[in-house]
C-alpha cells in the first residue's frame, strides 16, 4: 500500500512540476551547467611562473617544478598563489624561498610572479591561444633578514 501511495505522490509531483516549485527533490535533480565549451573553444586560466634572481637572471618554472606529489597540482599551487593577499603571508614566501632554492641552489633570489592567463584550447586542434593575463601576483623573495 505504502508503494502504490509513494507512486502516486510521484505521479502528482510529475504532472505539477510545471506549475509548482517542487516541494523536495525526489524526482527531478538541478540542472548542471553543462560544458564550459563554447563555439568549439574551451576556456581555462593557467599560470606563467618566472623566477627572478638577484643578478637579474629570469628563470621560467612549472607548477610540476614547485608541487608536486598531489593528486591536482594545479589546485594546490591555485590555492596559495592565485590572490596576492595569501601568496604574501610570510608562510607562503618561507615555503617559496625553500622550494626555489631547492631548484636554484646557491641563487640569491628577488622575485617570484605569477602572470594568471587566460587561455583557451580549439578542441578540434588542441591548439592553445592565450587570450589575456587576467592577473599577476608578485612575491619578494629578497633576502629575509
Do not use: C, H
Amino acid at each position: 500500500m505504502l508503494f502504490l501511495a509513494t507512486l502516486g505522490y510521484f505521479g502528482v509531483q510529475t504532472v505539477l512540476s510545471p506549475f509548482i516549485p517542487e516541494w523536495y527533490p525526489g524526482l527531478f535533480q538541478p540542472g548542471f551547467s553543462g560544458s564550459p565549451v563554447k563555439n568549439n573553444y574551451l576556456p581555462a586560466v593557467e599560470p606563467d611562473i618566472t623566477v627572478t634572481t638577484a643578478a637579474g637572471e629570469q628563470v621560467d618554472l612549472s607548477v610540476s617544478d614547485l608541487v608536486s606529489g598531489t593528486n591536482n597540482d594545479l589546485s594546490v599551487f591555485r590555492s596559495g598563489y592565485f590572490m596576492q593577499s595569501t601568496a604574501q603571508t610570510p608562510e607562503s614566501t618561507a615555503w617559496l624561498r625553500d622550494r626555489i632554492g631547492r631548484i636554484l641552489p646557491g641563487t640569491a633570489l628577488s622575485t617570484f610572479t605569477v602572470e594568471w592567463l587566460d587561455v583557451r584550447y580549439d578542441v578540434d586542434t588542441k591548439a592553445r591561444e592565450v587570450l589575456d593575463v587576467s592577473k599577476t601576483v608578485t612575491v619578494d623573495l629578497g633576502d629575509p633578514s
